[in-house]
């Protein structure tokens, strides 16, 4: 395998002043690549190394890296003076609030804040707020940031996931240490695709919010079954907690209306966040006006305080505008050509592993792809965890980067399409993967059988 001698050394000086060398820990993989520039779908290493870019730095680059258009409005925002005042409103925010009650007919206003994170903790404050209730719902498998109520039991270890007596073998599982237990007793964990764990909770707890990813898009791409959505749907109906779809992956990178207008169920809440402004740091909140005025009610009980230094800062908040327009123009002209470039790189992908004769599906929407290795598409955390071959997986990844092609170093990580991707890159990508699995899979010379 490759050498990264320059980026090995710049990791190991950082580690002198930042906690293992990366920030935001999750970013840390092996090998410890150091990207230094990225324009349109390509990015290169202080190696010298060039690479056709699927990561899209956890997918926010739906148009690809540096896109003109949402650097010219960036500019324009900073040559025009428009500083942060933190006073009052801008025209800007009205404007980007606009755009998105525009492009996402059935919410009536927004809010604007820096990341998914703080989105989906204000989502939850306000259904908690609306509902008078504490209980929360939240899938296994999905992902909602790094917050107290989401980040406990997230992708549970397969000896712990099915247990009826979790809790009392092992009481508490986040994904963070720090979280206090008290969470575990709000925070009630289902599967995903199962609504029959929804509507069991639902009879033992009073539920304020189920939050969920509509698509499962951080273990691959794991689709919800015909019905579920609409299912979740009517459980909200009928239990009155808050809908809340988390599309911080899935908003605009695969709809401007996001996949709740792919699927037509719509949420009471919804959250976008990444693909919305093209890799500037950006999240919105937006619903019904009902519970959108909590954050304005004149009834001091149930106001929601939503306060933020940076939040609708002009330059996000100018790329978001932008990003959305870019992706309307011509009647969604992006999306049809990220539908193109998609559905080649699955047909291809099928193609070389029916000849490989490996045990893989791929599973795809629209420019978001994931190979599982595994004979099925997975409907579930269970399923990715039990079946998918995630050594396998981590293989190919780690031999692409040797043909120029850069999926995430993490198995079962998404990988995502920018509009700046062409059907030549795909082909590229295409042999590069036909050329590693022939790798990994050839016989070791010597052996028997
Ligand atoms: C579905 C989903 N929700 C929320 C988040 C958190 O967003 P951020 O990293 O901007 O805080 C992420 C981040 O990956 C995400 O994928």
């Known amino acids: 395998m490759a050498n990264y001698p320059r980026s090995e050394a710049i990791l190991s000086r950082n580690a002198r002043f930042i906690p293992g060398g990366v920030v935001s820990t999750n970013r840390a993989v092996d090998p410890p690549i150091v990207f230094e520039k990225a324009e349109g779908a390509w990015m290169w290493d202080v190696e010298g190394n060039k690479y056709l870019d699927y990561h899209a730095a956890f997918g926010p680059y739906v148009l690809g890296h540096g896109d003109a258009s949402v650097n010219d409005a960036v500019r324009k925002v900073i040559d025009d003076k428009r500083s942060l005042f933190g006073s009052g409103t801008t025209e800007l925010e009205g404007r980007l609030g606009e755009i998105v009650c525009g492009a996402v007919p059935f919410v009536d206003s927004i809010q604007v804040l820096n990341t998914g994170s703080e989105a989906t903790y204000q989502a939850l404050r306000l259904a908690r707020a609306a509902t008078g209730r504490s209980h929360i719902i939240k899938p296994q498998g999905g992902y909602h940031g790094w917050h107290n109520d989401v980040a406990c039991n997230l992708m549970t270890p397969l000896e712990v996931v099915g247990k009826r007596r979790v809790a009392e073998e092992y009481p508490f599982l986040p994904i963070s240490a720090g979280i206090p237990e008290e969470h575990s007793r709000l925070v009630h964990i289902v599967n995903f695709n199962d609504l029959e764990s929804v509507e069991v909770m639902c009879q033992r707890y009073p539920i304020a919010a189920l939050i969920t990813e509509p698509i499962l898009q951080n273990i691959g791409v794991v689709h919800p079954l015909p019905g579920y959505l609409e299912g979740l749907r009517r459980l909200a109906d009928r239990y009155g907690f808050v809908l809340i779809f988390d599309e911080v992956k899935t908003?605009?990178?695969?709809?401007?209306?996001?996949?709740?207008?792919?699927?037509?169920?719509?949420?009471?809440?919804?959250?976008?966040?990444?693909?919305?402004?093209?890799?500037?740091?950006?999240?919105?909140?937006?619903?019904?006006?009902?519970?959108?005025?909590?954050?304005?009610?004149?009834?001091?009980?149930?106001?929601?305080?939503?306060?933020?230094?940076?939040?609708?800062?002009?330059?996000?908040?100018?790329?978001?505008?932008?990003?959305?327009?870019?992706?309307?123009?011509?009647?969604?002209?992006?999306?049809?050509?990220?539908?193109?470039?998609?559905?080649?790189?699955?047909?291809?992908?099928?193609?070389?592993?029916?000849?490989?004769?490996?045990?893989?599906?791929?599973?795809?929407?629209?420019?978001?792809?994931?190979?599982?290795?595994?004979?099925?598409?997975?409907?579930?955390?269970?399923?990715?965890?039990?079946?998918?071959?995630?050594?396998?997986?981590?293989?190919?990844?780690?031999?692409?980067?040797?043909?120029?092609v850069y999926f995430f170093q993490l198995p079962m990580k998404q990988c995502s399409l920018s509009a700046a991707h062409t059907e030549a890159d795909v082909d590229a990508t295409l042999l590069a993967v036909e050329r590693s699995m022939a790798a990994i899979l050839q016989p070791v010379a010597g052996s028997l059988s």
Not at 294 to 309: E, H, M, W, Y
Not at 329 to 350: F, I, K, P, S, T
């Open 251 to 404: 908003g605009f990178r695969h709809a401007l209306g996001g996949y709740s207008a792919i699927s037509g169920v719509h949420p009471d809440l919804v959250v976008y966040g990444k693909a919305i402004a093209n890799g500037y740091p950006i999240a919105v909140i937006a619903g019904k006006r009902e519970l959108m005025d909590l954050f304005i009610s004149p009834d001091a009980s149930k106001r929601v305080l939503l306060a933020g230094t940076y939040n609708a800062h002009p330059v996000p908040t100018a790329a978001a505008i932008a990003t959305i327009e870019r992706l309307a123009e011509d009647d969604g002209a992006v999306y049809r050509h990220l539908e193109a470039l998609g559905a080649r790189m699955q047909v291809g992908l099928e193609e070389i592993l029916r000849k490989d004769g490996t045990a893989a599906v791929v599973a795809r929407q629209g420019s978001a792809f994931c190979l599982y290795f595994m004979d099925h598409l997975p409907v579930d955390w269970h399923d990715v965890a039990g079946n998918h071959d995630a050594a396998l997986d981590g293989r190919l990844r780690e031999m692409l980067l040797s043909h120029g």
